[in-house]
């Protein structure tokens, strides 16, 4: 879970305008974003910001659904969340400090690759707001 006030800022730069009815609430390891996107009239769905491959994505229409079905279902931890990288990093590089996220050096976006030895770690603002730049 994550502070959506310290992220606000980059998520709406990603999303291309500010739309408080779009809050970020989730963060995986390797800092993709899921958030609350109010549809209107009592709907809304939780979906992913992937910052890697610059992707959105619908994950669920209801949080209850996100967090006892998506969440855990064992494609979204080896895809999504990138179980085994995730364990990887963590061995390797160390554990995450608040802030910070596990990122790919060079970017995927840039010709890295998903492997433990293209891994580093950083705060995740500071590489948000780098993701974003070099696709601009």
Known sequence: MIDPEKYMSGFYTWLGKED??????????????????????????????????RDISVCTYTLEDFLKNYIVSENVKKEILRKELFEEAKKSKGILKKEEIYFFAPALIAGGAEELKYVDKGDAAVHHEILFQWGT
């Open 20 to 53: 408080y009815s779009r809050i970020p609430i989730f963060m995986t390891g390797f800092g993709d974003i899921f958030y609350y996107r109010n549809l209107g009239n009592g709907e809304y769905d939780i979906s992913l910001l992937d910052i890697h491959y």
